[in-house]
C-alpha cells in the first residue's frame, strides 16, 4: 500500500464513511435544534435583560450585571460539566441536551445582553429628549425610538458572537450528547478509522457556511446609513 | 391677558452647580419670549425645566393650567402639550419626516393611522415640506430637519412651543427657513419661549426679551429697550459682544 493510498484509507475510507453517515446525519440534526434553541433563547433573553437593564432600577441593574459577568466569564464547557455532572446531586438530572442548551444559552444571553445594552446606551440622548417632549412614555420611546437604532449597531457584533456560541455545541460530546462531534467520535471508536470525524468536519463546514455568509449579508444590509 | 406658562423662584442644582437660582417667569398667552445670555447662564436650563426634562430642584410651574411639579401629574399627558425644539433638531433617523411627526401623533394622541397620516402631512405642508414627505433626515437639509422638528411638535397642537437654540447648528443660509416658519407661527398666535441669539428676529418677532446671567433673571423688556438701551452693566457687555457676530 502507498502512503497516498494509507492516506485515504485512514481518512476517506468509503466503506466506513458509509457505514456511519447515518450516524452523522442524525448528529447533524440533534446539532442544528440545539443551535436553533439556543440562538433563539439565548438573544430573547439577552434583549429582555437589556430592557429590564434600561429600567435603571439599581438593585437589579447588580443582579443583571453579575450574572451577565459571572457568564462571560466562566469558559461554557465549565458550565456544562457542572449542570449536567453537579445538579443531579442537587436533585435534578438534566439530560445531555437540556445542559447543553442551558449553558451555551446562558452564555449566548450574557453576551448578547451585553451587545444590546452597548446598542442602547450609544443611541444619543437627544432621542430620548424629543421622544419624551411629545409626549411618548419611557417604554414606547424605548420600543420606537431606541431600539429601532439600537440594533442596527447589534446587528455586526451579534452575529458574530452567535456563532461563535453556537458552535460550541461540540461540546456537548463531553456529556455523551448525540450531537455531529459525538457520532463521529463514537464512530470512530467502533470503526477504528478516523474516516467518520472528516464526515463530521464536513457536516460542521455545510451546517455554518451559510450561517456565515447570511451573517455578512445581514452586516452589509444593516450597515449604518447615515 | 391670561397667564400660560407660570414659573415661580424655580431653583436647579446640578451637584454642586447651582444653574438657576430662583427665576420667575410669567408669559402670556400669545406672547414671544426672547430669552438671551451667554452659554452657561441657565436659559436652556430654564427652558428644560419647563416641559421637566430637568426636574427643578425647587420652585414651582404651571403651564395651561396644569401643576408641572405635581407627582399627580400625567407629565407625558402635559408634555403632548408643550412643544419643543432642539438645537440638534433630535429627529429619528431612523423614521421619514413624515414617521416622525406621526409617531406622537399615534402614541400619544391615539390616532388611527390614516388620521395620523392627514394630521402629519398637513404639518409637514404647513412648514413647507410637503414633498419631503417620504425623505429621512439623512436626505434632508440641517434647514428642512429643523422645520420637521417644528412640525413634529405643532401636529400635536402645542399650547406653549419651546425653542431651544433652533438656528444654532444650521449653516447661516438655512437660517431663515427655519425663522421663516416661526414667524408662520407668531402669526398664527402660537405662544412660543425662545432661547436664542437671533437679533434681528428677536427685534422684529419678539414681545419681550429676557436676558439671562448666572442663573438669574437680570432684565427684561421690550426688545428695543433691551438691545439698544439695556439697563445693566452685564447685558450690555453681552449685547455688545453679539453684535461683533
Sequence with gaps: MTAWNKFLDTFFNAKVMAKYLPDIVYGTWVTIELAVFIVLAGIGAGLVLALIRALGIRPLNWVIIFIVDLFRSLPPLVIIVLLYFGLPSAGWSPSAFLATWLSLTLVLAAFAEEIFWAGITSVHKGQWEAARSTGLRFGQTLISVVLPQALRLTVAPLTNRTIAITKGTALGTVVALHEILGMASSAVSNSYNPSPLMLGAAAYLILFIPVVVVARWIETKFAWKK | ?245
Design chain 2, 1 to 245: 391677558m391670561s397667564k400660560i406658562v407660570k414659573a415661580y423662584g424655580v431653583h436647579k442644582h446640578f451637584g454642586p452647580l447651582h444653574v438657576l437660582k430662583g427665576v420667575d417667569l410669567e408669559v402670556a398667552e400669545r406672547e414671544l419670549v426672547f430669552v438671551i445670555g451667554p452659554s452657561g447662564s441657565g436659559k436652556s436650563t430654564l427652558l428644560r425645566c419647563l416641559n421637566r426634562l430637568e426636574q427643578p430642584s425647587s420652585g414651582s410651574i404651571e403651564i395651561a393650567g396644569i401643576d408641572m411639579l405635581s407627582p399627580k401629574t400625567d407629565i407625558n399627558h402635559a408634555r403632548q402639550h408643550i412643544g419643543m425644539v432642539f438645537q440638534s433638531f433630535n429627529l429619528y433617523p431612523h423614521m421619514t419626516a413624515l414617521g416622525n411627526v406621526m409617531l406622537a401623533l399615534r402614541k400619544v394622541a391615539g390616532m388611527g393611522r390614516a388620521e395620523a397620516e392627514r394630521v402629519a402631512g398637513a404639518a409637514l405642508e404647513r412648514v413647507g415640506l410637503g414633498d419631503r414627505t417620504h425623505h429621512r433626515p439623512a436626505e434632508l437639509s440641517g434647514g428642512q430637519q429643523q422645520r420637521v422638528a417644528i412640525a413634529r411638535s405643532i401636529a400635536l397642537e402645542p399650547k406653549v412651543m419651546l425653542f431651544d437654540e433652533p438656528t444654532s447648528a444650521l449653516d447661516p443660509e438655512l437660517v431663515g427657513s427655519v425663522l421663516a416658519v416661526m414667524r408662520d407661527l407668531r402669526e398664527s398666535g402660537m405662544t412660543m419661549i425662545v432661547v436664542s441669539h437671533e437679533m434681528s428676529f428677536a427685534k422684529n418677532a419678539a414681545d419681550r426679551v429676557i436676558f439671562m446671567d448666572h442663573g438669574v433673571i437680570v432684565e427684561q423688556g421690550p426688545p428695543a429697550a433691551i438691545f439698544d438701551a439695556p439697563a445693566h452693566e452685564r447685558t450690555k457687555a453681552f449685547i455688545g459682544q453679539i453684535r461683533q457676530h
